[in-house]
Nanobody
Framework: QVQLVESGGGLVQPGGSLRLSCAASGFTFRTYAMRWYRQGPGKERELVATISSTGLSTNYADSVKGRFTISRDNAKNTVYLQMNSLKSEDTAVYYC?????????WGQGTQVTVSS
């Protein structure tokens, strides 16, 4: 059974940091590219960051470049999103996504709220 379980969300003040984790099981994690998406209130789902299966290649949305860092540990079947200098506009549900060819899996999401 495929599972992607996000954790690490919560309430943080503007300028603060959070680290999201996504634990994967039920598929060969090391062969999948991993992505973080987010969906803010009243907004469409947005691709935030991507990391290749080996971890050697990463890409970011312009809105988070320089503030967020995606990483992965293939030994632990886990992908991370380090979020620094958080802004109110980063408030969203953050989703973990696994992609390889026609195979795609989603987590249930974790809420991140940036507010004073």
């Amino acid at each position: 059974q495929v599972q992607l379980v996000e954790s690490g969300g919560g309430l943080v003040q503007p300028g603060g940091s959070l680290r999201l984790s996504c634990a994967a099981s039920g598929f060969t994690f090391r062969t999948y590219a991993m992505r973080w998406y987010r969906q803010g209130p009243g907004k469409e789902r947005e691709l935030v960051a991507t990391i290749s299966s080996t971890g050697l290649s990463t890409n970011y949305a312009d809105s988070v470049k320089g503030r967020f860092t995606i990483s992965r540990d293939n030994a632990k079947n886990t992908v991370y999103l380090q979020m620094n200098s958080l802004k109110s506009e980063d408030t969203a549900v953050y989703y973990c996504n696994a992609l390889r060819s026609i195979y795609e899996y989603w987590g249930q999401g974790t809420q991140v709220t940036v507010s004073s």
